[in-house]
């Protein structure tokens, strides 16, 4: 399933609605972008997931006990102000897109030059989801 899948089926849940993407790629890129993201998941012991989403083999999945591992519960309570929905929603929305979306933005498994994820990202999305 891409990303566009994704964030659609997120959108008819409402964990995710377009307006909010920005918000999410602005609270992961206040995270550190993907290389602190990277060392995030490493210290949680989660480092082969992580790798999974950079590399060309299959996304590894993620579960809510994981995200809030690798984040805390105060980080994703400022996600899920930042997006209008609950912290368990916020949760759920990570466990469900975070893996897509760490794969769209590192083709071949670069990171973005300039670690500017929201322009990265809402680039990516732009004609599909908010053209």
Do not use: Y
């Amino acid at each position: 399933m891409s990303l566009f899948d994704n964030v659609m089926g997120m959108v008819g849940k409402n964990l995710l609605k377009p307006e909010n993407i920005k918000s999410v790629l602005a609270w992961l890129e206040q995270q550190g972008g993907i290389s602190a993201l990277v060392t995030k998941f490493s210290q949680a012991g989660l480092g082969d997931v992580i790798s999974s989403w950079l590399g060309k083999e299959s996304n590894a999945a993620i579960n809510e006990d994981q995200v809030q591992q690798v984040f805390g519960l105060e980080e994703l309570k400022k996600l899920a102000a930042e997006t209008g929905i609950t912290p368990a929603m916020a949760t759920t929305l990570l466990a469900q897109s975070l893996p897509q979306i760490v794969d769209l933005l590192t083709p071949d498994g670069e990171t973005p030059h300039d670690n500017d994820l929201v322009s990265a990202g809402l680039n990516l999305l732009k004609g599909k989801l908010l053209g």
